[in-house]
C-alpha cells in the first residue's frame, strides 16, 4: 500500500536515444511542488549540465508544460532535447534510402 505522506513523481532526460537517465522521486504530500521544483530536486541537471531549462521544453505525459505548472502523484516529467533534424528533413532522408535500396 502507498503512504499517502508522498507522492511519487518521475523525472527524465534522453541524451540520445540509447542514453537517458530516469529519476524517481518521492516527495512530501504537505506541500505543492512545480515542474521546476521536482527538477530540481532530482538533480538531473548535475548529470546533464548541457540541458538548459530556458532552452528545452517540459512535457508530461507528452503534453508541453511550463516550468510553474504543479505536479502531481504519478507524473512522469519529460525534458525534451533539440532536434538534431527536423522531422521533414527525417522522412525525406528515410524515403531516399528506401528508394536506393
Do not use: C, H, W
Not at 69 to 85: E, H, K, M, S, W
Amino acid at each position: 500500500m502507498q503512504d499517502k505522506k508522498y507522492i511519487n513523481i518521475e523525472v527524465v532526460y534522453s541524451k540520445t536515444n540509447t542514453e537517458y537517465k530516469l529519476i524517481k522521486l518521492q516527495l512530501e504530500n504537505n506541500k505543492e511542488y512545480t515542474v521546476l521544483d521536482a527538477i530540481k530536486e532530482s538533480k538531473i541537471l548535475y548529470y546533464y549540465p548541457e540541458i538548459n531549462l530556458n532552452n528545452n521544453k517540459v512535457s508530461i505525459f507528452g503534453k508541453l508544460v511550463k516550468l510553474d505548472d504543479i505536479t502531481f502523484d504519478q507524473d512522469t516529467i519529460a525534458i525534451l532535447r533539440d532536434l538534431t533534424i527536423s522531422p521533414m528533413e527525417a522522412r525525406l532522408k528515410r524515403a531516399k534510402k528506401k528508394v536506393a535500396e
